[in-house]
T-cell receptor, first 115, second 113 residues
Framework: KAGVTQTPRYLIKTRGQQVTLSCSPISGHRSVSWYQQTPGQGLQFLFEYFSETQRNKGNFPGRFSGRQFSNSRSEMNVSTLELGDSALYLC??????????????FGEGSRLTVL | GQQVMQIPQYQHVQEGEDFTTYCNSSTTLSNIQWYKQRPGGHPVFLIQ?????EVKKQKRLTFQFGEAKKNSSLHITATQTTDVGTYFC?????????????FGTGTRLQVTL
């Protein structure tokens, strides 16, 4: 069974640009969560999608957005990039049950550097 | 909002010594999960604890969930160099609708020979 696939793995952008990251969950997983990981802040929850609907959202500005497609693949977008957006963006898929998150299966991440 | 803190932030041990990391949530949890992230890698699920006072073992790893379901610990007996990494707890409040898994700050473990 293929794991969670994230693309691109590495990217460099400049301030003010926008970026789109993609995540393909494990087959059959309908929940996709996104996390931002930085050395100082640890793993910060961005948002969770389930069946194409955003179920939950973390405390990030509106520049961070996401969506999920009917095949459960998800994308996140960051507009007007700032230096502080440099981070590892992790996507995780899960089989949620009874409203709880369930075990998360993480992808390798997309490492974004903003210059 | 919910906060999950872990202590210590960093621990350096010699191989064979024991190691413990503690996780404390500001709110009562439905369940708690533990993850390990090797240097340069991504978090990998270790275990989930659901019941108050639950204790689970995986070889040299022992996980505990507090009676009040607000704290948890991970204890590693006789550490090995393969234990190197950052250990995260993640609390699930399970409000009954959509849950938001909140990760702890992590404890980085370094093991030397």
């Amino acid at each position: 069974k293929a794991g969670v696939t994230q693309t691109p793995r590495y990217l460099i952008k400049t301030r003010g640009q926008q970026v789109t990251l993609s995540c393909s969950p494990i087959s059959g997983h309908r929940s996709v969560s996104w996390y931002q990981q930085t050395p100082g802040q640890g793993l910060q929850f961005l948002f969770e999608y389930f069946s194409e609907t955003q179920r939950n959202k973390g405390n990030f500005p509106g520049r961070f957005s996401g969506r999920q497609f009917s095949n459960s693949r998800s994308e996140m977008n960051v507009s007007t990039l700032e230096l502080g957006d440099s981070a590892l963006y992790l996507c995780a898929s899960s089989l949620p049950s009874s409203g709880s998150t369930g075990e998360l299966f993480f992808g390798e991440g997309s490492r974004l550097t903003v210059l | 909002g919910q906060q999950v803190m872990q202590i210590p932030q960093y621990q350096h041990v010699q191989e064979g010594e024991d190691f413990t990391t503690y996780c404390n949530s500001s709110t009562t949890l439905s369940n708690i999960q533990w993850y390990k992230q090797r240097p340069g890698g991504h978090p990998v699920f270790l275990i989930q604890l659901v019941k108050s006072g639950e204790v689970k073992k995986q070889k040299r790893l022992t996980f505990q969930f507090g009676e009040a379901k607000k704290n948890s610990s991970l204890h590693i007996t006789a550490t090995q160099t393969t234990d190197v990494g950052t250990y995260f707890c993640a609390g699930d409040p399970n409000t009954g609708t959509a849950s938001k898994l909140t990760f702890g700050t992590g404890t980085r473990l370094q093991v030397t020979l």
